[in-house]
T-cell receptor, first 114, second 116 residues
Framework: DQQVKQNSPSLSVQEGRISILNCDYT??????FLWYKKYPAEGPTFLIS?????DKNEDGRFTVFLNKSAKHLSLHIVPSQPGDSAVYFC?????????????FGKGTKLSVIP | EPEVTQTPSHQVTQMGQEVILRCVPI?????FYWYRQILGQKVEFLVS????????KSEIFDDQFSVERPDGSNFTLKIRSTKLEDSAMYFC??????????????FGNGTRLTVT
């Protein structure tokens, strides 16, 4: 039962261009959405998040967009840099009051080509 | 920047043996978690822990699993009798508060458990 889906296992982008990573979810009870980045041999690192009451959150080169009606969110990285090459996980927080359980997607491996 | 540390980085054990995975969460954090990632699959929630008790657990976290905070700094995951399917990367995480947007989870680098 994939409540959080990242349908693209991989993405290649030229340095300087925009990277767009997509995520869909099925559980309408999710209130918060987060993006984590993971390098090999390291744990996931928090990148950016968005509450379900917003449709956009921006932090430097990273912007997350949320379309609640479509149950879809996306992470935009612009401009992309070679150091952004990593696996990006979309995650949703909880499905009920007091739940701190993150539900992850399978991840998208981003390769930024110099 | 403070970080979550996990030991060992790699643990090999025989089926049926007990293993203890260790974690030192960030010192001022109050919530602790274990997640795991089987090779090629998604990161899955196992358990959350607050105020010296389990606050949530998934269906993966059956009677073979237990967690403990034996002292003021360590947080451990014990698997009593390991099975082949327990082979995975186990991530410990902590958060200052209960995983809200203002208190994201900080993950350790993981312990790779291999059950033979």
């Amino acid at each position: 039962d994939q409540q959080v889906k990242q349908n693209s296992p991989s993405l290649s982008v030229q340095e300087g261009r925009i990277s767009i990573l997509n995520c869909d979810y099925t559980n309408s009870m999710f209130d918060y959405f987060l993006w984590y980045k993971k390098y090999p041999a390291e744990g996931p690192t928090f990148l950016i998040s968005i509450s379900s009451i917003k449709d956009k959150n921006e932090d430097g080169r990273f912007t997350v967009f949320l379309n609640k009606s479509a149950k879809h969110l996306s992470l935009h990285i612009v401009p992309s840099q070679p150091g952004d090459s990593a696996v990006y996980f979309c995650a949703a927080l909880g499905s009920g009051a007091g739940s701190y359980q993150l539900t992850f997607g399978k991840g998208t491996k981003l390769s930024v080509i110099p | 920047e403070p970080e979550v540390t996990q030991t060992p980085s790699h643990q090999v054990t025989q089926m049926g043996q007990e293993v203890i995975l260790r974690c030192v969460p960030i010192s001022n954090h109050l919530y602790f978690y274990w997640y795991r990632q089987i090779l090629g699959q998604k990161v899955e929630f196992l358990v959350s822990f607050y105020n010296n008790e389990i606050s949530e657990k998934s269906e993966i976290f059956d009677d073979q699993f237990s967690v403990e905070r034996p002292d003021g700094s360590n947080f451990t995951l014990k698997i009593r009798s390991t099975k082949l399917e327990d082979s995975a990367m186990y991530f410990c995480a902590s958060s200052e508060w209960g995983g809200t947007l203002n208190s994201p989870l900080h993950f350790g680098n993981g312990t790779r458990l291999t059950v033979t």
